[in-house]
């Protein structure tokens, strides 16, 4: 018989995580430096009688402040942490959605570490069990917000070591994985008439210097083409408590995913159906680009 972990030990173990270093060592400092203080500043009055002071209770229940601040957010960690991010039903949809499928394009705007998140690293199992289970190709797109994103993939103290990481499981897994600067994302969005969900992508064609406007969630999307030759989408959403698949089968929305589908496939991929060195994040990485596409 299993024996579960009680929620409160659940609690325990989360809330004391960083308790040394997010609650113990200010709360020290505090209650150490803010009698000093008020002492220095009262001149006519002794640390003690600082304590016991109308000013002493002031400053008392700023240290508790300190403490109350800590189990609030240490108990909005444990709310989050607990969630289950990628439901069983979620992988259920994703087995549908997939079932017959014979080629897989999908984009990617989530930041690089967010791909090793549990949940993630979970949909991106699902996704290569499918590959190897049905012989299943797959190509992925990195669409950057912001040009400082994609400059910190070779910053060793920024993306580096996600991004070479990144590059090493697709290569393991044999697919090939480009990518696209912000400005090159807002041309091929300015080509398109946006209708149905697709619409959202609007407000990302105004350019600013630093990268496009608004949020690029819509964007992270799966399209795939069963046997009878007929597409389907699935829109990525990570923003919430757990990761939301939404499926897309009428063909009139599914069109202009597969508009854009074809003007990032011309510009990022070669006739081999792998990066051209312009759009191979693992040359733009520093490592050797990917040969074997099956």
């Known amino acids: 018989m299993k024996r579960k972990i009680g929620f409160w030990k659940v609690v325990a173990k989360l809330v004391t995580r960083h308790w040394k270093s997010h609650l113990a060592f200010p709360f ?36 508790l402040s300190i403490i109350v601040t800590y189990l609030v957010a240490a108990f909005w960690y444990v709310h989050t942490e607990t969630k289950a991010s990628w439901t069983d039903i979620s992988g259920e949809q994703l087995k549908v959605t997939l079932r017959d499928s014979v080629s897989f394009f999908a984009t990617c705007t989530i930041p690089l570490e967010n791909w090793f998140d549990p ?12 590959k190897y289970e049905n012989s299943l190709p797959q190509n992925r797109v990195l669409l950057f917000k912001r040009e400082e994103d994609l400059l910190g993939v070779n910053q060793q103290n920024l993306s580096q070591y996600h991004a070479k ?27 398109f008439t946006l209708t149905g969900k697709a619409a959202e992508w609007e407000k990302l064609k105004t350019m600013t210097g630093r990268g496009l406007r608004g949020t690029l969630s819509s964007l992270d999307f799966g399209l795939v083409k069963d046997k009878r030759g007929r ?14 698949l939404d499926v ?30 312009n759009h191979d994040f693992a040359a733009y990485c520093g490592m050797p680009r990917l040969t074997v596409t099956r």
């Open 165 to 191: 990481t990144l590059v090493s499981i697709h290569h393991n897994y044999k697919i090939p994985l480009g990518y696209l600067r912000p400005d090159e994302i807002g041309r091929i969005l300015n080509n």
């Open 119 to 130: 949940d993630i690293q979970k949909y991106f199992s699902d996704l290569v069990k499918q």
């Open 231 to 244: 597409h389907r989408v699935y829109t990525f959403d990570k923003t919430g408590d757990y990761i939301d």
């Open 28 to 63: 020290i400092v505090a209650l150490v430096v803010e009698p000093l203080y008020g002492s220095f500043a009262l001149k006519d009055q002794s640390i003690g009688q600082f304590m016991f002071s109308r000013e002493g209770f002031i400053s008392h229940a700023s240290i």
């Open 248 to 277: 897309i089968d009428d063909a009139k929305q599914v069109q202009p995913y597969l508009n854009l589908r074809d003007d990032i496939w011309q510009q990022v991929f070669d006739q081999t159906n792998l990066p051209n060195i």
